[in-house]
C-alpha cells in the first residue's frame, strides 16, 4: 500500500511519518514544496534502509504536481495548509491546493476511489463554540462555525477547506477521515504551546490571567501502549481532557506521561466571560 504524507517536512509530518514506519508501513511518498525542509526526513530515511520512502517535490498550486502527488496511492494524510499570511494566502494555500488535490485523486485512472482513505488534518478552529455557552461540552458532535467571515482567516479557511473535502467525499465516495487537533506541540517542536507560556533559556514562563480559564489538551498523535488495542477510525477525532487554570497535578502528570521521543499532543485555551 502507498501512502502519501503531503506536509511532510512539517513538524506534525515528521512524526506521521516516523509513525507510520514504526508501524510497519514501508511504501511513503513525503510530498514538499520546499526542498530544504526534506533533510528532516532523511534521518528516518537512513534509519529504514528496507522501506521505500519516496522524497516528491512540487507544489500543490500546480495540477500536474497533484497529479504526481497521488499516482497510485492507497491512503493519503493531507498535512499541508498555510499557517499565517495574508487572508488571500492562507485560503489559496488551504482551500485552493486541497481542490486541486482532490480534483486529481478524483481524476486518477484505473484506481478505484472507493478503495482510497484519506485523512484530513483540519482544525479545531472549526467549531462554533460562541453560542453553545461557558462549560458546554466540546466533543465531535459539536456545531461547526456558521458565520466564518467573523472569524479569523485561518479558522475560516479550515472550515472551507473542510466542506470542500466532505463535499468531494460525496461525490467521489473514498474513505475520509478528518482530525480536529488543537495547537501542536511536543518533541521536535517544543514541550509546551506558547498559549501555556514561553520558554526563555532554561526556564519556563506559564502565561495565565487572574480570571478562571478553560485549559482544553487533546491528543493529536499518540501511539498506543498496548498492542493488541486496535487504533480507533473515527470521522471525527476530537479527544478532550477540561480542567481548570492553574492546571492540578493530574495535568502535569499527563504532560510528563506524552513527553517521550515519540509521543505529540495539542492544546488549546480560551477564556469564558468571568
Not at 499541508?80 to 480534483?103: I, Q, T, W, Y
Not at 480536529?180 to 498559549?195: A, D, K, M, Q, W
Not at 490571567?209 to 498492542?227: E, F, N, W, Y
Amino acid at each position: 500500500m502507498k501512502i502519501l504524507v503531503t506536509g511532510a517536512g512539517g513538524f506534525l509530518g515528521y512524526h506521521v511519518v516516523e509513525r507510520l514506519l514504526a508501524h510497519g508501513h514501508s511504501d511513503i511518498r513525503c510530498f514538499f514544496r520546499d526542498a530544504a525542509k526534506a533533510e528532516r526526513i532523511l534521518p528516518l530515511v537512513n534509519s529504514h534502509p528496507e522501506a521505500k520512502i519516496e522524497l516528491c517535490y512540487g507544489n500543490l498550486r500546480s495540477p500536474s504536481d497533484c497529479a504526481k502527488a497521488v499516482e497510485g496511492v492507497s491512503l493519503g494524510f493531507h498535512l499541508a495548509a498555510a499557517m499565517k499570511g495574508a487572508p488571500a494566502e492562507l485560503f489559496f494555500d488551504s482551500v485552493v491546493v486541497s481542490r486541486n488535490l482532490l480534483e486529481a485523486l478524483e481524476s486518477r485512472d484505473p484506481v478505484d476511489d472507493k478503495s482510497t482513505r484519506v485523512v484530513l488534518v483540519s482544525s479545531f478552529g472549526v467549531y462554533g463554540v460562541v453560542p453553545m455557552g461557558r462549560g458546554a461540552r466540546i466533543d465531535e458532535l459539536a456545531p461547526l462555525e456558521t458565520h466564518p467571515e467573523l472569524r479569523d482567516p485561518y479558522s475560516f479557511s479550515k472550515l472551507r477547506q473542510e466542506q470542500l473535502f466532505w463535499d468531494f467525499q460525496k461525490k467521489g465516495g473514498f474513505e475520509l477521515v478528518v482530525l480536529r487537533p488543537g495547537v501542536l506541540y511536543g518533541p521536535g517542536g517544543g514541550h509546551f504551546s506558547t498559549r501555556v507560556g514561553l520558554q526563555i533559556g532554561p526556564r519556563f514562563f506559564h502565561l495565565a490571567a487572574t480570571c478562571c480559564r478553560s485549559l482544553m489538551l487533546s491528543i493529536a498523535l499518540r501511539p498506543s501502549s498496548s498492542p493488541e488495542r486496535t487504533p480507533m477510525r473515527p470521522t471525527r477525532f476530537t479527544t478532550s481532557l477540561m480542567t481548570t487554570c492553574p492546571p492540578p497535578p493530574v495535568i502535569s502528570a499527563c504532560i510528563r506521561s506524552w513527553s517521550g521521543p515519540s509521543a505529540l499532543s495539542a492544546c488549546r485555551t480560551f477564556s469564558p466571560r468571568c
